[in-house]
């Protein structure tokens, strides 16, 4: 059977663009000269993440790749401001890390129930109505709506756990997770049976209970890749509390304390904190054990590493209550299950300023357009003073402010920039 978990899925969004401010005129019998009255265009939607229960896993993103928002409504006559464009809401499983697919930065971690903007919308255009003044009475022209904003994202589905069961393949991790929880995952005697991890509660007492993880059996090389090595063992980052199984059956003819050396082996080369999280180790099979010796020699090489050893035979139910107290035991003492903190840090996006900008002189008006001012204005922050020094800088080294000076423009005069107007000082 095809695998179809599916836990890391990139993704192109765009939120909606402004719509355009109108020019347009009062006009109304028995009243002369009602002036300007040009609605603003309607704001563009929103980009929005929000947590779905319902989810499990990505694959809804299999197929579409691409989440364009609607965008906001031209502006009309009579002072009418366009419509909003509707946000576009796009829902993703709990434990879902939304990465910058370019720096690998993480820009959230879906594990609340908040929505997250994930792109905001463009402002809408100004229609003539905001121009009008006594010396410029019938202002003929009216601003266009920003554009939205286009990014591509990472989603990377990390699962939610307090404790994840690791070891290699086939040594009784889904008997476990089947017989310590209500979980029913595919269970057969041969490798590879579990191709994506299984989730059950495990109710310890009354108002003691955890989450546990089987973890789909990790092979020698996983951290490298082999396998299906990343795919599963980023499901290990968030659980709290690791338990170990090894198979000292010797059934298959492994040697119960290399098989645990080399799996702690892939989880430090894949993450070193791993290395440091709390672990117990479990040893398995031990109903049908063929030489008390692999057992012993596990035990004494566990405990001498300061671990925690259990003995147990999952099929056969034995030891299992004993481990999962074990298990709530030292959950109690530990921190809640990892939040992934932001990385991401918005940069000015790289724009070609070569090409000229257009420029019209409507009155004492100067109004200024183009595609690449329209983009960089997107995502300037202009409450932030490093991110309007940097919009100035960018101004001024594509020449705009010299040619406004070729073009005759004075001290006072209005500068329009689509939704930023300011005064003229030289």
């Keep these: 059977m095809a695998n179809t978990f599916i836990d890391t899925a990139r993704i192109t969004v765009k939120s909606g ?19 300007p009255d040009g609605g603003d265009g309607g704001r563009g939607g929103d980009i929005i993440l929000q947590v779905d229960e319902r989810m499990s896993t990505l694959m809804d993103f299999r197929y579409k790749r ?14 009418c401001t366009g419509k909003d464009g509707a946000p ?43 121009f009008a003044t006594p010396t ?25 756990a307090d404790v994840g069961l690791v070891g290699f393949p086939n040594v009784g991790k889904s008997t476990l997770l089947s017989v310590a929880t209500k979980a029913r995952p595919k269970i057969a005697d041969y490798h590879f049976t579990t191709l994506f991890p299984n989730l059950g509660v495990v109710f310890v007492d009354e108002g003691v209970s955890f989450v ?23 499901h290990i980052d968030r659980c709290r509390l690791l338990i170990h199984i090894v198979d000292v059956s010797g059934s298959e003819g492994r040697d119960p304390v290399a098989d645990f050396e080399a799996i702690n082996e892939e989880l430090r080369a894949y993450n070193p904190e791993l290395a440091q999280r709390k672990m ?64 991401y840090v918005e940069r000015p996006p790289q724009v070609d300023t070569s090409e000229p900008l257009t420029i019209r002189h409507e009155d004492d008006v100067w ?37 406004l000076e ?13 939704n930023l107007d300011f005064e003229y000082q030289r």
């Design 212 to 234: 546990l993880a089987d973890i789909p059996g990790i092979i020698e090389g996983a951290a490298e890749g082999a396998g299906l090595g990343h795919d599963f063992l980023r």
């Design 367 to 403: 109004i200024i357009e183009g595609p690449w001012l329209q983009k960089i204005m997107a995502n300037v922050n202009f409450s932030n003073y490093e991110s309007r020094n940097w919009f100035d800088r960018m101004l001024r080294s594509a020449g705009l402010f010299d040619r």
């Design 280 to 343: 117990l180790v479990a040893a398995n099979k031990t109903d049908i054990l063929e030489d008390r010796s692999l057992l012993e020699a596990l035990k004494a090489h566990v405990e001498a590493q300061g671990l925690p050893f259990y003995e147990l035979s999952a099929a056969a139910h034995m030891g299992v209550r004993e481990l999962m107290k074990a298990a709530a035991g030292e959950l109690a003492h530990l921190p809640p299950v990892r939040v992934y903190e932001p990385e």
């Design 136 to 160: 410029r009475q019938t202002p003929q022209f009216a601003k266009a709506g920003l554009p939205g904003i286009e990014r591509v994202v990472l989603l990377e589905l990390k699962l939610l």
């Design 66 to 79: 691409k989440y364009v928002a609607e965008n906001g409504g031209n502006g009309s006559g009579k002072r």
């Design 17 to 35: 663009a402004g719509g355009n401010g109108a020019v347009a005129f009062h006009r109304e019998k028995y009243i002369a000269a009602g002036g």
């Design 88 to 130: 576009l809401i796009i829902k993703v499983p709990r434990g879902t890390v939304v990465r910058d697919a370019e720096t690998k930065e993480i820009i959230r971690d879906m594990s609340d129930d908040a929505p997250f903007v994930l792109c905001r919308g463009g402002n809408g255009g100004w229609g003539n109505k905001h």
């Design 406 to 418: 070729e073009m005759g423009i004075q001290d006072g005069d209005l500068v329009s920039l689509y």
